[in-house]
């Protein structure tokens, strides 16, 4: 058996992408990951498939599991010889008892190593604009702890004699003893007028912040409304947030933007507006199942003979490939196929094997990459294998045969199910708070959507989005649908498509 290992690695503040390289090449490989509360729940999508992710978060007042039992898992996992990654929100050894836990596993006997990472306080000070140092203004920084034991929520820090440093002071867990913390930081010396900001969610679309001052703070954050996590900065260098708060002023920030397909598809889209501050919902309305290797085993067997394969999604495309390679150990197996894909994106699943693709047509509709099917002149008699999923594929088969007197047959690799939506976070949160715009990328995304709008009802208060368009053939679906085209983007490029987006809600 392979000897055991945790590895207590930080996950930064919120935003993925401040995750350092190590923590992510870990989080890929480990066969166990613990996570907590205010470690991204984007970053569990990067596992193995097949590590099991056990969630051990807490929040102030409930917590779910003991600190002791999150160390028995520990301990438990390494010892039965498994490479596990204990994921914990900022750096382990800040304020996040990543010492209690090393100390258990030294007194096991089990080897660990600690990745650190950027702690709450620092996110929070980048992206409010603050430098938590400034010749002139402050040459110290502290971090300190509004309580000690999240659980406890008793004080132990002498906020009176940090009034006396005179650097800039970084207060993690402050917000339920604001109060008391501004009275102390005052007692001790520091003006009211001592600038202050706040920073909720720090590094995350979804940040607020607010700047007051010793003196008003503790009112001026009831007032906004804000809630842990936050981090509370106190100091002359807090002024610069006046200035320098960029991250809350880019083009999106604060929109909430609808993307309706699934979070591991809609990666480009994403990232676009995520990095210019769009807080981005992922609607996955349908799930893909994939079809028993059964069904599917003796076409496999037969694979060499055809002689043409057609793909005509990217899901089938990739599904088609695992399970020839379940099937087959050597590429060759495929045999002299020439392969068709219904567009680009198709291709790119096949040419990842470096097969060339030989045709694509020119839009991405079954009936032209029938059209184009047939244009080549090989089809009669031929055999012709066409992967599909369930849906929307008769017109591409019916003219292979009749006009082109093919012999075809089907291969479903998957099948398309709308998703119970009841408990995804995502919908749920649309639900409650709905969003400034919904984006349709397809007229299959507008189906789908249409066909879920009963689990998608909003809230009485929720804001309406703009259903925002990525072309003419979906701007169609839509108005066949019923769905108001509030805008389009000019071109068929996801770059087209967020321009539309700033230019109608930024
Ligand atoms: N180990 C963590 C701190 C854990 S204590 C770290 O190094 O950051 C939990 C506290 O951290 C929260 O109550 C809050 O004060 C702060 N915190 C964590 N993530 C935060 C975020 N994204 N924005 C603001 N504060 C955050």
Redesign the pocket.
């Known amino acids: 058996m392979s000897e055991g290992k945790v590895f207590l690695v930080g996950a930064g503040?919120?935003d993925p992408g401040l995750i350092t390289v190590r923590a992510r090449s870990l989080i890929e490989s480990c066969d166990v990951l613990v996570y907590d509360y205010?470690a991204n729940a984007d970053l569990k999508t990067w596992v193995k498939p097949g590590c099991e992710c056990i969630y051990v978060g807490k929040r102030p007042g409930r917590h779910s599991i003991s600190q002791e039992k999150i160390e028995d898992i520990l301990v438990e996992h390494a010892s039965a010889g498994k490479q596990v990654v204990r994921l914990?929100?900022?750096?382990?050894f800040?304020?996040?008892r990543g010492g209690e836990e090393a100390c258990r596993l030294s007194a096991a006997g089990i080897a660990f190593e600690v990745v650190p990472a950027v702690?709450?306080a620092l996110?929070?000070a980048a992206c409010a604009g603050i430098p938590l140092t400034h010749r002139g203004h402050s040459s110290s920084v502290c971090f300190l702890t509004g309580h000690e034991d999240i659980e406890r929520g008793d004080m132990h820090v002498d906020f009176a004699k940090f009034a006396q440093i005179g650097g800039t002071l970084c207060i993690?867990?402050g917000m339920g003893h604001i109060s008391d913390i501004t009275e102390k930081l005052m007692a001790g010396g520091l003006s009211p007028k001592t600038p202050v900001a706040v920073?909720?969610?720090?590094?995350?679309p979804r940040q607020r912040s607010l700047r007051a001052t010793l003196g008003t703070v503790a009112e001026a954050k009831d007032k906004a409304g804000l809630k842990?996590?936050?981090?509370v900065i106190v100091g002359e260098v807090a002024r610069y947030y006046d200035e320098l708060n960029w991250f809350e002023h880019r083009p999106l920030s604060g929109k909430r933007v609808v993307v309706t397909r699934a979070r591991e598809q809609a990666g480009e889209l994403r990232a676009k507006l995520e990095s210019l501050g769009a807080e981005v919902l992922s609607l996955p309305l349908i799930d893909i199942i994939e079809a028993e290797s059964h069904e599917t085993a003796d076409v496999y067997d037969g694979m060499a003979n055809y002689d043409w394969v057609v793909f005509t999604s990217p899901n089938g495309a990739r599904l088609f490939f695992k399970k020839f390679f379940e099937k087959f150990t050597d590429l060759r197996c495929i045999g002299g196929v020439r392969i068709a894909c219904i567009g680009a994106a198709t291709a790119r699943e096949v040419e990842r094997y470096h097969l060339a693709v030989d045709l694509i047509p020119e839009t991405a509709v079954a009936e032209s990459l029938a059209d184009a099917l047939l244009a080549t002149e090989t089809l009669d008699s031929r055999t012709v294998l066409v992967v599909t999923g369930n849906r929307n594929r008769d017109v591409l088969v019916r003219k292979l045969e009749d006009e082109g007197r093919a012999i075809v047959d089907m291969l479903p690799v998957y099948r398309n199910e709308p998703t119970d939506l009841s408990e995804e976070p995502d919908a749920k949160s649309f639900r409650e708070k709905g969003a400034d715009a919904i984006l349709f990328t397809s007229a299959s995304t507008v189906e789908n959507f249409v066909a879920q709008s009963g689990q998608l009802q909003l809230a009485k208060g929720a804001r309406r989005p703009k259903a925002i368009s990525m072309g003419p053939i979906t701007s169609a679906a839509m108005k066949e649908k019923g769905v108001p085209v509030d805008a389009e983007a000019k071109e068929q490029t996801l770059d087209s498509l967020v321009a539309a987006v700033i230019k109608k809600i930024g």
């Open positions: 503040p919120g205010l914990k929100g900022g750096d382990p800040i304020f996040g702690t709450a996110g929070a993690y867990m920073v909720e969610w720090a590094t995350l842990p996590p936050a981090i």
